[in-house]
């Protein structure tokens, strides 16, 4: 089984965060004439491939919807079948809707075979040992008999059950490669008895629907950070909010009845006062304690920027750091991602759940934004084309472009190296996305040329 995860951080399924008591799996697929992994599953995380649409389901409600399962079968970029865990296993997903009887989203896990045609026997193939492998391995985490009645179904069949809503899937596929649910089953229940196990799944690389990701590389990167710091520190941070700023705590969503956006928004109105005190983590960080959200409170206003603004959180998230005088320290001389992104973990931002599997999770997002991110002289990864504006030996020259850059709508920052503050806009993966930018600016009076 090729079995990796991307969470849907972004779905408001996720989001929600209700448990799930896990007593049966249910077997859908989508119905569309569509293989690929990258329309469903998203962003791109070097596997995948680039979605042009950006239609993936890590978004709030997907085409306008609330759908979320907890998996994906299907084909990657290079035409090789994976399975991607969307949703944490044990997360109530949004997939089955209900019938007479009740909701099947209460009970099982669902995931979704991605169809073509129809009629590729050797897709199909891939698709169902995929299928069969991943039942097999969620059957033994938690201790489920396959071929017990109602354990693992199809979706025809939870509607006939009155657990689910009135679809087909996956009989219009099943049949025409000659296998049956009861087959799948007793398939499953074989591959159990073969198999001593299956492997976990493989992190992927952790990237948010927004490409901030790319944004607070090079920012962090303008900070004279090496590229094991700066990746162990967003590896932390991925945990902590999927790196986007304006994110408030889940579990608050409800106790507040507000959204993230509608939040932010309170905060910066005024309409809301109860911002340092009311216990709820919010930003990149998730800052929670009343000392540290009056000081980033502070900080937005007297930068005169939304408190949920991206770069002034990373500022002063930077300036936050340096009254950690250890996490610093290790920081300037890190050589590992685990070693960063451990004291990032411990002493800067210490959650209770401090166990080895919680450092080696963290420790794995970091090292996905090494692999992506991280120059080639150290260790490989992706060329990030930037656009510059402009490089000067005295900061307060580059500060002064910045801001008639930011006055005209422009994200951008400072990176200091070789005695120059180089004043640049965006971080892209495709030249032709810096083209484009560099050809905005120009068309403003600014003169640009890319830069690696």
Known sequence: MNLRKLLFVNNDCYKAGKPLAVKGIIVHSTGANNPTLRRYVGPDDGLLGVNQYNNHWNTGKPDGRQVCVHAFIGKLADGSVATYQTLPWDMRGWHGGSGTKGSVNDTHIGFEMCEDGLTDAAYFGKVYQEALELCAYLCKQFNLNPTADGVIIGHFEGYKRGIASNHGDPNNWLPKHGKSMDGFRAAVAAEMAKTGGTAPPTTSTPTPSTGDDATMWALLKGKGLNDYAIAGIM????????????????????????????????????????????????????????????????????AKLSIGDFKMQIDFLWKELHGYTEVMNVLKTAKTVAEASNIVLMKYENPADQSAAVQKKRTDYGQGYYNKFAAPSTGGGKTLYRVQCGAFTQKANAVALEAKLKAKGFDTYIVQTGGYYKVQCGAFEVKANADKLAATLKSQGFETFITT
Do not use: I, P
Request: glycine share 8%; charged share 20%; proline share 0%.
């Open 235 to 302: 590896g932390n941070l991925y945990a902590e909010s999927g790196l986007k700023a304006t994110n408030l705590q889940n579990s608050y969503e409800k106790s507040l009845n507000m959204t993230d956006d509608s939040y932010t928004k309170a905060v910066d109105s005024g309409v809301y006062s109860n911002f340092v005190k009311d216990c709820a983590g919010y930003g990149l960080a998730q800052w929670t304690y009343s000392t540290r959200k009056q000081a980033l409170l502070d900080f937005a206003k007297a």
